[in-house]
């Protein structure tokens, strides 16, 4: 295992008996999704959410400024895709999958979460993880190396149920991209928890609400 992110845990009662590891986007931190711990109304469920901070790099799009990021982005459309980036990130966010099945959460008791390129990280994490997974939550992205999904996907996650949230009005990542990426998934046989809002390239009250009862959900199993 290489050196672990470092990350913000936050448990919602001791002895957790599930996780979250929950990504940010693009130029934020882990501090990020933090205040939405509460607004989950979780309490009564023992898990340990999980926030790391991306690393630090160069993003083209944004000048070449250096900021938290998953990955490189060259182009606005997010098409000319950093796949070494993306596995990079991969392999990270596995080394904390495997320090939590070494704190005693199993897999199966894990979520992995994300929004924008947390979420592309998340989708594409969690469909190509060797065990199986409690579920994968993704905000506001897309599948990043779609082409390469069907090669590459794990056994072990494919009746893994997906949570996929998008605004209808998101300028960041077009809505018709997040389609296209569900589409693909349900062609490939995934099961797609699809949410529309009415809303930009953000998180609202309402899907606050919708993840609460999925997490409820899939970590009750």
Same mark, same amino acid.
Request: aromatic residues 6%.
């Given at each position: =295992?290489?050196?672990? /992110?470092?990350?913000?845990?936050?448990?919602? #009662?001791?002895?957790?008996?599930?996780?979250?590891?929950?990504?940010?986007? &693009?130029?934020?931190?882990?501090?990020?999704?933090?205040?939405?711990?509460?607004?989950? @109304?979780?309490?009564? =469920?023992?898990?340990?959410?999980?926030?790391?901070?991306?690393?630090?790099?160069?993003?083209?799009?944004?000048?070449?400024?250096?900021?938290? #990021?998953?990955?490189?982005?060259?182009?606005?459309? !997010?098409?000319?895709?950093?796949?070494?980036?993306?596995? #990079?990130?991969?392999?990270?966010?596995?080394?904390?999958?495997?320090?939590?099945?070494?704190? @005693? !959460?199993?897999?199966?008791?894990?979520? &992995?979460?994300?929004?924008?390129?947390?979420?592309? !990280?998340?989708?594409?994490? @969690?469909?190509?993880? %060797?065990?199986? &997974?409690?579920?994968?939550?993704?905000?506001?992205?897309? &599948?990043?190396?779609?082409?390469? /999904?069907?090669?590459?996907? %794990?056994?072990?996650?494919?009746?893994?149920? !997906?949570? =996929?949230?998008? @605004? /209808?009005?998101?300028?960041?990542?077009?809505?018709?991209?997040?389609?296209?990426?569900?589409?693909?998934?349900?062609?490939?046989?995934?099961?797609?928890?699809?949410?529309?809002?009415?809303?930009?390239?953000?998180?609202?009250?309402?899907?606050?609400?919708?993840? %609460?009862?999925?997490?409820?959900?899939?970590?009750?199993?």
């Amino acid at each position: =295992m290489s050196e672990l /992110l470092e990350c913000i845990e936050l448990e919602t #009662a001791p002895a957790p008996t599930a996780a979250v590891i929950w990504l940010h986007g &693009l130029g934020a931190d882990g501090n990020d999704f933090v205040p939405i711990v509460p607004e989950l @109304g979780l309490s009564d =469920m023992p898990i340990r959410f999980i926030f790391p901070h991306a690393p630090r790099q160069a993003v083209t799009v944004n000048n070449g400024m250096v900021m938290r #990021a998953w990955y490189d982005i060259s182009d606005a459309a !997010i098409r000319r895709e950093d796949e070494s980036g993306v596995r #990079a990130s991969q392999k990270r966010i596995e080394d904390l999958i495997e320090r939590e099945q070494q704190r @005693g !959460i199993p897999a199966s008791k894990l979520v &992995l979460a994300g929004f924008s390129q947390g979420g592309a !990280i998340a989708l594409h994490t @969690g469909l190509r993880f %060797s065990s199986k &997974l409690a579920g994968v939550m993704a905000l506001s992205c897309y &599948l990043p190396l779609a082409d390469k /999904l069907d090669a590459e996907a %794990s056994e072990a996650n494919r009746n893994t149920s !997906i949570f =996929m949230g998008h @605004g /209808l009005s998101d300028p960041v990542v077009v809505h018709s991209r997040a389609v296209e990426s569900r589409e693909h998934l349900r062609k490939n046989g995934y099961r797609i928890d699809w949410h529309d809002y009415r809303m930009p390239h953000s998180v609202c009250g309402e899907e606050v609400t919708d993840i %609460s009862a999925w997490l409820r959900q899939v970590l009750s199993v």
